[in-house]
Protein backbone atom coordinates (compact mmCIF):
# COMPACT_ATOMS: atom_id res chain seq x y z
CA UNK A 1 0.00 0.00 0.00
CA UNK A 2 1.47 3.05 -1.11
CA UNK A 3 1.74 6.14 1.85
CA UNK A 4 2.97 9.26 2.23
CA UNK A 5 2.77 10.56 5.46
CA UNK A 6 3.91 14.21 6.28
CA UNK A 7 5.43 15.56 9.70
CA UNK A 8 7.02 18.31 11.11
CA UNK A 9 4.91 21.22 10.72
CA UNK A 10 3.99 23.78 13.84
CA UNK A 11 3.65 27.37 14.94
CA UNK A 12 6.62 29.08 14.28
CA UNK A 13 7.77 32.94 14.70
CA UNK A 14 8.97 35.04 11.44
CA UNK A 15 12.49 34.14 11.01
CA UNK A 16 12.59 30.85 12.50
CA UNK A 17 12.60 27.52 10.88
CA UNK A 18 11.45 24.07 10.50
CA UNK A 19 12.36 21.04 8.96
CA UNK A 20 9.22 19.17 7.30
CA UNK A 21 9.73 15.44 6.56
CA UNK A 22 7.55 13.01 3.58
CA UNK A 23 7.68 9.04 4.82
CA UNK A 24 6.88 6.84 2.13
CA UNK A 25 5.98 3.63 1.75
CA UNK A 26 4.78 1.23 -0.49
CA UNK A 27 7.71 2.18 -3.61
CA UNK A 28 10.98 3.19 -3.71
CA UNK A 29 12.17 6.62 -3.78
CA UNK A 30 14.33 5.32 -6.90
CA UNK A 31 11.10 4.89 -9.03
CA UNK A 32 9.18 8.47 -8.35
CA UNK A 33 10.33 11.86 -7.46
CA UNK A 34 8.80 13.78 -4.98
CA UNK A 35 7.04 17.54 -4.78
CA UNK A 36 6.67 19.81 -1.88
CA UNK A 37 3.43 21.65 -2.59
CA UNK A 38 1.45 24.18 0.20
CA UNK A 39 -1.80 25.43 -0.11
CA UNK A 40 -2.72 28.42 1.83
CA UNK A 41 -6.51 29.27 2.78
CA UNK A 42 -8.34 30.62 -0.31
CA UNK A 43 -5.46 29.64 -2.57
CA UNK A 44 -4.60 27.62 -5.51
CA UNK A 45 -2.02 24.19 -4.34
CA UNK A 46 1.79 25.65 -6.00
CA UNK A 47 4.38 23.61 -6.28
CA UNK A 48 7.74 25.06 -4.16
CA UNK A 49 10.22 22.02 -4.41
CA UNK A 50 10.83 18.70 -5.78
CA UNK A 51 13.50 16.31 -6.18
CA UNK A 52 14.13 13.87 -9.01
CA UNK A 53 13.84 10.11 -8.27
CA UNK A 54 17.94 9.91 -9.34
CA UNK A 55 18.31 12.97 -6.68
CA UNK A 56 20.37 14.80 -9.14
CA UNK A 57 17.99 17.29 -9.79
CA UNK A 58 16.14 19.69 -7.51
CA UNK A 59 13.73 22.65 -8.26
CA UNK A 60 12.47 25.89 -6.28
CA UNK A 61 9.90 28.34 -6.17
CA UNK A 62 11.12 31.43 -6.42
CA UNK A 63 9.30 32.73 -3.28
CA UNK A 64 11.16 29.91 -1.24
CA UNK A 65 14.82 30.12 -3.12
CA UNK A 66 17.47 30.17 -1.13
CA UNK A 67 15.67 29.67 1.91
CA UNK A 68 14.32 26.20 1.57
CA UNK A 69 16.19 22.99 0.92
CA UNK A 70 15.37 19.71 -0.02
CA UNK A 71 17.10 16.26 0.72
CA UNK A 72 16.64 12.65 0.69
CA UNK A 73 17.52 9.81 3.12
CA UNK A 74 17.49 6.37 1.45
CA UNK A 75 18.25 4.59 4.51
CA UNK A 76 15.02 6.47 6.02
CA UNK A 77 12.82 6.65 3.03
CA UNK A 78 11.88 10.00 3.72
CA UNK A 79 12.27 13.14 1.97
CA UNK A 80 12.68 16.34 3.80
CA UNK A 81 12.41 20.10 3.38
CA UNK A 82 13.99 22.13 5.55
CA UNK A 83 13.12 25.83 5.55
CA UNK A 84 14.67 28.60 6.96
CA UNK A 85 14.18 32.45 7.52
CA UNK A 86 10.40 31.54 7.25
CA UNK A 87 7.87 34.48 6.45
CA UNK A 88 4.36 35.06 7.54
CA UNK A 89 3.08 34.30 3.81
CA UNK A 90 4.83 30.82 4.09
CA UNK A 91 1.69 30.07 6.07
CA UNK A 92 -0.12 27.08 4.29
CA UNK A 93 -0.62 23.57 4.47
CA UNK A 94 1.84 21.95 3.15
CA UNK A 95 2.17 18.80 1.40
CA UNK A 96 4.41 15.65 -0.21
CA UNK A 97 3.45 13.77 -3.33
CA UNK A 98 4.77 11.24 -5.73
CA UNK A 99 5.33 11.16 -9.32
CA UNK A 100 6.54 8.21 -11.84
CA UNK A 101 6.40 11.13 -14.72
CA UNK A 102 9.96 12.43 -15.23
CA UNK A 103 10.87 15.45 -13.63
CA UNK A 104 11.93 18.84 -15.51
CA UNK A 105 10.90 21.67 -13.35
CA UNK A 106 9.01 22.40 -10.49
CA UNK A 107 5.76 22.87 -13.22
CA UNK A 108 6.82 19.89 -15.04
CA UNK A 109 5.19 17.73 -14.69
CA UNK A 110 1.68 19.07 -14.00
CA UNK A 111 0.32 18.74 -10.60
CA UNK A 112 -1.88 16.30 -11.62
CA UNK A 113 0.41 14.27 -12.60
CA UNK A 114 1.14 13.24 -8.99
CA UNK A 115 0.33 9.95 -8.14
CA UNK A 116 0.40 9.83 -4.56
CA UNK A 117 -0.21 12.54 -1.93
CA UNK A 118 0.17 13.23 1.86
CA UNK A 119 -2.35 14.17 3.99
CA UNK A 120 -1.11 17.65 4.65
CA UNK A 121 0.83 19.39 7.94
CA UNK A 122 0.20 22.53 8.79
CA UNK A 123 2.69 25.24 9.13
CA UNK A 124 2.16 28.62 10.65
CA UNK A 125 4.48 31.35 10.46
CA UNK A 126 3.22 34.31 13.12
CA UNK A 127 4.55 36.57 16.20
Known amino acids: QVQLVESGGGLVQPGGSLRLSCAVSGFSLDDYSIGWFRQAPGKEREGISC????????YFADSVKGRFTISRDNAKNTVSLQMHNLKPEDTAVYFCAATNSRLLSLSDPPIYEYNYWGQGTQVTVSS
Open 51 to 58: LSRDHRSA
